[in-house]
């Protein structure tokens, strides 16, 4: 029980290490990338129970019950759909082992302890996490002010005293262009691959 207790005490009871790129076919989260479609593993963190896996598209969480238990639960978060946010980077005092990295994908928070000797690869990881939420914001401000333009040219064309037909006419033909402009923009903006940013931080 004491043990324990000093275990808990000093961060030792679930303390992660950071996975070698030639040991990610040895983890359970690689059975659950999709290779197929050019998904690729560059970060991957195992402690007792969970393995948490950074891919250039998704966030895998391999939910472990406890250390000892086979029971498994996969969480999957793309980035295009879980925006992260609240990125932190918590080093060690002088009595710790561990550092501890945070951040939120959506509404779910996440805090993930790794040995404190491997403090270098872990600032690689956070220079990236950080990154990728600049990016995000900044492209959700460019999409939202496309958003609005669109919204402002349809109340403006709505308040013209163009005759009925004729507004019809340019009211379909400014949706049409509208959406097709919106989804340029979308796919522009609306970016589901930061591989280009994992290679930045994390494989130089």
């Not at 950071?18 to 990610?24: C, E, L, R, S, Y």
Request: aromatic share 12%; hydrophobic share 35%; charged share 35%.
């Amino acid at each position: 029980m004491l043990k324990k207790f000093a275990s808990d005490a000093l961060g030792l009871s679930d303390i992660g290490r950071i996975i070698d790129p030639q040991d990610f076919d040895k983890t359970d989260a690689d059975d659950y990338v999709r290779h197929e479609d050019d998904e690729k593993i560059y970060f991957l963190i195992k402690t007792k129970s969970d393995e948490y896996c950074f891919t250039n598209i998704a966030f895998i969480h391999v939910d472990g019950e406890n250390a000892v238990s086979s029971k498994r639960t996969l969480k999957r978060y793309p980035f295009s759909k879980y925006k992260i946010t609240d990125v932190l980077l918590e080093t060690a005092g002088r009595v710790d082992l561990d550092i501890e990295i945070k951040f939120t994908l959506g509404n779910q928070a996440f805090s993930i302890d790794v040995d404190k000797k491997q403090i270098e690869k872990l600032n690689d990881l956070y220079k990236a996490l950080v990154y990728i939420s600049e990016i995000t914001e900044e492209n959700d401000i460019i999409l939202n002010m496309a958003s609005k333009s669109l919204d402002k040219a349809v109340t403006v064309l709505q308040h013209s005293r163009t005759n009925e037909k004729d507004l019809a006419n340019q009211y379909k033909e400014l949706t049409e262009y509208g959406f097709s402009w919106l989804k340029s923009v979308r796919e522009d903006y609306h970016q589901k691959d930061f591989g280009d940013v994992f290679e930045k931080y994390i494989n130089n």
